[in-house]
């Protein structure tokens, strides 16, 4: 059956539809007769204790897919996606010298904190917005999120204003992120489902190589500014189709009575749609999960930077309301009074595979702001002399391999039936992978062992993450699909956030230490400015004792970001083999593994009428 058939239904169950029937009664009478009563209480459409009126609307939506409108619908993801994909490759080669343009080249790592602290915490409000108000608001709330972003950036007249603007930037992009992964899981079953997830990957395979040459034309012929400008027009035309698809296809529900008002909806005062909106988003706990990551990240790179380092009263401070915060907030979401639809699916932490699937992208994600971002950029430029587009391509080399490498293990996923091998195998090849970037990553070190490491490290990435995800999904039921992705997303962006906090105090400490050192007494006094902007570390030739003074501080800091980068891998295989081995196609309603897990049911074939009356 094709992936795209909409016949194929999503993981939820599998409802037949004929394409070419044009007459709306003729549709709803075939609805009714595969078993949906649209006028009644028992309709397999989630009731309101059931499920959120945001699922109740893609559930609704789901039954009047055809395959074109289906097609358009993931065309767009590809168009979107393709899209983000390029704008991401290109300003991640801009970042260096947006910074340095404020003469504050080591606040990438600030920046980088900024954008994985807000893409930590957003996941969840994005999931449950998608859940309470639909998919289609959310996707259109992320893109407008998005392109603020962008303005402001393009914008910005100092550091400042353009960290500020990566909330911004942040929070759309990772909305549009996990929406992308929600809206597949809708429309999918869980053996199509790992290679429908890489939709929004495949861009890489060619963007990783525009994007750098991208970024030199556009410092060549304009300024770093226009390079998130055009983004800005850009995105939403490649929204068009989707957001077309889904708000056809949502009226064509209603007028099919597949969507109908709540009894809450139907009598709401001002004060119980403030009521509502607030236990549906779960503002408490949005609000310190928000703050418990904010104040235990930021001041990391806070304290390398500030005269007394962690004994500054500010950072001290910061630090304890935030672990006060980040003990408040299981507390606060297992409260059914305070929190009744809770923002965190705090019983999904009592199943193996998600807790285990969840630590497991936490390390994964901080080793890799350990070795690939945010400095090796700059590492590639100043120690191995590479110019912006060669430095760009081999940083992104990572997202080329792993897309490869995510599509490769989608497909044996889809015929063998069983993904947790995948995860160990991909385990075992990141982790050689970051142990040779140690070894061969020195000054004058071959373009074969730069490039070698880095596909190495890629197959590695690949081959764990799509399963892994796959994984934490199928431990939960449809109406916490959203939620079980948002809580995998969110372990992963932590785990970036924690890494990128780190590596920037490391280096913000080490660097200029390490000049102050090595620089030649003629050099010491522009270690500053060194240090500051990337430009003028460059500026200095190959080969001279300033640069190679630079260089030595470069690649001394380097190697001790990889030796971290090693250690917090090793939990890796261990979490691997803690995930429950299930056999996809073998997943019914209701199973349990070892007594510990509920996973996601899964309908390979379209169910009987007996079956669909035992059922309900």
Not at 64 to 86: D, E, G, N, Q
Request: proline content about 5%; glycine content about 6%.
């Amino acid at each position: 059956m094709p992936l795209l058939d909409a016949r194929d239904g999503p993981s939820y169950g599998a409802i037949p539809r004929e394409e070419n029937h044009t007459s709306m009664d003729f549709e709803r009478d075939q609805l009714l007769q595969d078993g949906y009563e649209t006028d009644d209480d028992s309709s397999d459409i989630s009731t309101l204790d059931e499920a959120q009126e945001g699922v109740r609307k893609i559930e609704a939506i789901n039954m009047t897919w055809t395959t074109r409108s289906l097609m358009i619908a993931y065309v767009s993801i590809f168009l979107m996606a393709f899209c983000t994909s390029l704008e991401g490759q290109t300003v991640m080669s801009l970042s260096a010298y947006a910074t340095s343009a404020f003469s504050k080249h080591s606040l990438i790592s600030t920046v980088l904190v900024v954008q994985n602290v807000v893409n930590a915490v957003i996941k969840p409000p994005m999931a449950k917005v998608a859940d309470v108000f639909g998919r289609f608001e959310a996707f259109c709330l992320s893109i407008t999120i998005y392109i603020l972003g962008y303005i402001q950036m393009a914008a910005s007249t100092n550091v400042q204003t353009y960290a500020s603007a990566q909330i911004f930037y942040s929070a759309g992009s990772t909305g549009l992120q996990i929406l992308q992964q929600v809206f597949i899981a809708d429309s999918s079953d869980l053996l199509n489902r790992a290679f429908l997830a890489l939709l929004p990957e495949f861009p890489f395979l060619i963007t990783v190589w525009l994007g750098p040459t991208i970024a030199g034309a556009v410092l060549q012929s304009s300024s770093w500014r226009w390079g998130y400008g055009m983004w800005a027009i850009i995105l939403p035309a490649a929204f068009l189709p989707l957001a077309l698809s889904l708000l056809l296809n949502q009226r064509k529900a209603q007028r099919l009575n597949l969507i109908k008002p709540t009894k809450a909806r139907r009598r709401r005062s001002i004060f119980s749609v403030i009521r509502r909106t607030w236990y549906d988003l779960d503002v408490g706990g949005l609000t310190l999960l928000s703050a418990a990551v904010t104040l235990l990240l930021v001041p990391l790179t806070l304290a390398a930077s500030s005269k007394n380092g962690w004994k500054t009263p500010s950072i001290i401070i910061m630090m304890v309301v935030g672990v006060l915060c980040l003990i408040a907030t299981p507390l606060y979401e297992s409260s059914k009074k305070l929190a009744p639809k809770p923002l965190l699916s705090l019983h999904l932490l009592k199943q193996r595979t998600a807790v285990a699937g969840c630590a497991l992208a936490f390390w994964y994600f901080m080793a890799f702001y350990f070795s690939v971002q945010p400095y090796l950029y700059s590492y590639l430029q100043v120690v191995q002399n590479y110019d912006v587009a060669t430095a760009g391509r081999v940083t992104q080399t990572f997202a080329f391999t792993s897309t490869i490498a995510a599509f490769t293990v989608s497909l044996l996923i889809k015929y063998t039936r069983r993904y947790r091998i995948f995860v160990t195998i991909g385990c075992v090849i990141y982790m050689t992978g970051l142990a040779l970037m140690l070894m061969c990553r020195q000054e004058g070190a071959s373009h074969l062992q730069v490039l070698g490491t880095q596909v190495l490290v890629g197959c590695g990435g690949g081959l764990l993450n799509v399963p892994v995800q796959l994984g934490v999904q199928a431990s939960a039921s449809h109406q916490e699909v959203a939620a079980a992705t948002a809580m995998f997303l969110t372990s992963m962006e932590m785990g970036g956030a924690v890494g990128a906090a780190i590596s920037g105090a490391i280096w913000t400490h080490l660097i200029p230490q390490k000049l102050m050192q090595y620089l030649p007494e003629e050099s010491k006094s522009h270690a500053g400015e060194i240090f500051g902007k990337l430009t003028t570390a460059l500026e200095y030739p190959m080969g001279s004792p300033t640069r190679i003074a630079i260089n030595r501080a470069y690649q001394e800091t380097m190697n001790r970001l990889l030796t971290l980068a090693i250690i917090v891998t090793l939990p890796l295989i261990p979490l691997s083999l803690l995930m429950v081995d299930y056999k996809l196609d073998k997943m019914s309603p209701g199973s349990h593994d070892d007594g510990a897990e509920t996973p996601l049911p899964v309908e390979v074939e379209p169910e009987t009428d007996d079956q669909h009356h035992k059922r309900t």
